[in-house]
Structures are given as structure tokens and as C-alpha cells.
């Protein structure tokens, strides 16, 4: 697991300081983190579009950066956020997006079609992504936010199990 | 009143500091023609009117922000109010014009006319919501804004209104000119 503290360093030192979306036990641990520090809200939305209304919203309030947190069964819900707000009006959003429905999913087949097509999901609606790991996050993080800063589109990173939380 | 003739009634009461985020289709078509530009116009993202306005008001806490939305389009995105009234931002007002019709695709039903507005926001946690028919309150409408807007704290009000009648020009500006705008004047 990436060290949670340094990780919600990076980002608040990278001038993100809201944070909302809808859960995911993927994120446990970072998000047991994240209620707790001082320099970035965290906003429990209801719904990912809903997620994503408030961070396009936020940016507008100028200027100011954000990160959504939910689960790839999430991306099917901000579709039209994405193409008819974020990426339509140029707002940069960094997207952690849980990659449910690989192997250690075997026992949860609500998982297994989105797991399938996660990728395609992503490219269809022309969102960058990257794989955050453990081994390399900063040089990913660093990859994806300067993606996200020279494009102003949101861009994504999947997070795989163990990654973020136990 | 038509919904168009409430917010000219807006107009009338507005300082020019407020930032107003309107719900795409008529409504936004209605602040672009009939209020200071610009404003955050939402083309799209039907149901994202009352999060995106939630986004400013943390954003800019010294800042009143107006939401000015369908009733479709509140009804689809209707849990954000659930988060608002948990939030409680001290400076989002949020005018809901309900026609009880999808009125720029057409004017389909939309489900409004059997809902209490009322006891649902006031359920969902908000003590500042006004439910109001825009006929019997003509008179007053003016005044009953007016409190909305300058009233301290999350305020809701609802405003039964009839269809309107006169569809106004599409919005000229592209969203990313839309965006570029909005942020400008935030630097003045």
C-alpha cells in the first residue's frame, strides 16, 4: 500500500484541497485519512455525477482544484457529466477510479462487466488514464497532473486492490 | 407568471455581486436574455445545477450564489439536495421555477404537480424553504425574491409558474467562452 499520509501530502502540495465522491472499500483507508486532514474537504456526494457537478463547480469558483474518488461502477454514472460539462467546458478533474472486477473480484460477478470494459469505458469518453501503483505513484501522479494542468480535461488513474487501502 | 417574468422579477432585485449558475435548456437561455452577463450558463448535465452551484459556494464562501432551476431538472438530480441540506453552505440560494413540464424538449409532463416541495426539502433538513404559486403571490413576488437572495444562510425557494410561451435565441457563446467569462470576472 502506498503510505496514505504522503500521498494526501503530495496532492494537497499539488493545490488540491476539495475532495468528494462516492466510496469504494478499495479506498477505506485513504478516505479514514482524508476526513481527518486539514487541508483538503472532502464532500460525500450521493451520486459520482453529482461528484462531478461539485468539482466542475469548484474549479469555476476560480480556479481551484479537486479529486473525485468512487468506483469504476461510477464511470457509467458520469457520462454525461463528463461530455457535457467537465470536458465541455474545460474543467481539469483527477479521477481515482477503483478497478473492480479483476481476479481478487472472482467471489462479486456485479464487478465483472465493468471490470471488462473499464478500459474501453475510458477511451470512449477519450478520458487519459494511467495505473496507480505502489512502485512508481509519484512519477504516475506527477504524469497525470501535468496531463490534466496542460489539457484541462479530467484524467484518470485506476486503482487496483491493496493500492490505497489494506 | 411564466418563468421567464420571474426572473425579469430577479432582475429587479439582484446587487450584481451574486453568481448565478442556471439549468440547461430555457432556463439557462432565460438568465442569458434576462439577467447581467455573464453567469454560468449549464448547456448540458441536466440534474447538475444545484452540485455545480454547491461547488461554488465552497469555492467562494464570501460570494452569494444563486441556483436557478426546472423542475425537471432538480427532480433529476434531486439527492444533490439531500447533500446541500447536509453541507448547510451559508451562501447558495436555490429558486426552483416549476412548470411541472419538460417544457424545452416540448412541454411533457414532467412528475412535479403531485410533490410537496415544502415537506420534502424541509425533510431532507432545510428550515429556510418557501413554497410559493407565482399567481396568488404576484403582488409580493418581488419582495418574496428579494428575501431569498439577501436572507441569511442556505435558503430554497420554490415557485410554481406557468409555462412559458416565447422560446428565447440559443445562447452565442461556446462553454469553454462560457467558463472563460465566468472566470474573468471573478479577477475584477
Redesign the interface.
Same mark, same amino acid.
Given at each position: 500500500m502506498i503510505d496514505l499520509q504522503e500521498f494526501i501530502s503530495y496532492l494537497s502540495d499539488h493545490d488540491f484541497t $476539495?475532495s468528494s465522491g462516492v466510496p469504494c472499500s478499495y479506498f477505506k483507508d485513504l478516505l479514514i485519512n482524508l476526513e481527518k486532514d486539514p487541508d483538503i474537504?472532502y =464532500?460525500?456526494? +450521493?451520486?459520482e #455525477?453529482? @461528484? =462531478?457537478?461539485? @468539482?466542475?463547480?469548484?474549479? $469555476?469558483?476560480?480556479?481551484?482544484k479537486?479529486f473525485l474518488i468512487m468506483q469504476n461502477s461510477g464511470l457509467a454514472n458520469i457520462g #454525461? @457529466?463528463l +461530455?457535457?460539462?467537465a470536458q $465541455?467546458?474545460?474543467?481539469p478533474i483527477l479521477l481515482f477510479v477503483s478497478y473492480r472486477g479483476l481476479e481478487p473480484d472472482n467471489d462479486f460477478p456485479e464487478h465483472s462487466i465493468m471490470g471488462e470494459v473499464t478500459e474501453s469505458v475510458l477511451e470512449a469518453y477519450k478520458v487519459p488514464y494511467w495505473n496507480l501503483e505502489e512502485s512508481n505513484w509519484i512519477k504516475t501522479l506527477d504524469l497525470a497532473i501535468n496531463k490534466m494542468d496542460k489539457t484541462s480535461l479530467p484524467v484518470c488513474l485506476l486503482v487496483e486492490k491493496g493500492v490505497l487501502s489494506e | 407568471m411564466k418563468g421567464a417574468e420571474v426572473i425579469s422579477k430577479l432582475n429587479n432585485v439582484l446587487s450584481g455581486e451574486e453568481l448565478i449558475v442556471s439549468s440547461n435548456g430555457n432556463v439557462s437561455r432565460q438568465a442569458f436574455h434576462l439577467l447581467p452577463q455573464p453567469q454560468l450558463y449549464l448547456r448540458g448535465s441536466m440534474g447538475l445545477p444545484v452540485p455545480v452551484g454547491l461547488g461554488l459556494a465552497i469555492a467562494l464562501p464570501g460570494k452569494d450564489i444563486i441556483v436557478l432551476t426546472g423542475d425537471g431538472n432538480f427532480l433529476m438530480g434531486l439527492s444533490s439536495m439531500a447533500t446541500v441540506a447536509f453541507l448547510k453552505p451559508l451562501n447558495l440560494k436555490i429558486i426552483i421555477l416549476d412548470n411541472e413540464l419538460y417544457s424545452t424538449t416540448g412541454g411533457q409532463e414532467t412528475v412535479s404537480s403531485n410533490m410537496g416541495y415544502l415537506e420534502l426539502v424541509l425533510g431532507m433538513g432545510v428550515q429556510n424553504i418557501n413554497s410559493i404559486d407565482s399567481i396568488e403571490k404576484e403582488d409580493v413576488i418581488e419582495k418574496i425574491l428579494s428575501d431569498t437572495i439577501k436572507d441569511p444562510g442556505l435558503q430554497v425557494l420554490h415557485i410554481k409558474v406557468e409555462e412559458d410561451t416565447i422560446n428565447l435565441e440559443n445562447i452565442p457563446w461556446h462553454p469553454v467562452e462560457i467558463k472563460e467569462r465566468f472566470l474573468k470576472q471573478l479577477d475584477i
Open positions: $476539495l474537504y =464532500v460525500p456526494a +450521493t451520486r #455525477d453529482e @461528484a =462531478v457537478g461539485i @468539482a466542475s463547480g469548484y474549479f $469555476l469558483g476560480d480556479g481551484k479537486s #454525461d @457529466a +461530455t457535457s460539462l $465541455l467546458y474545460k474543467i | -
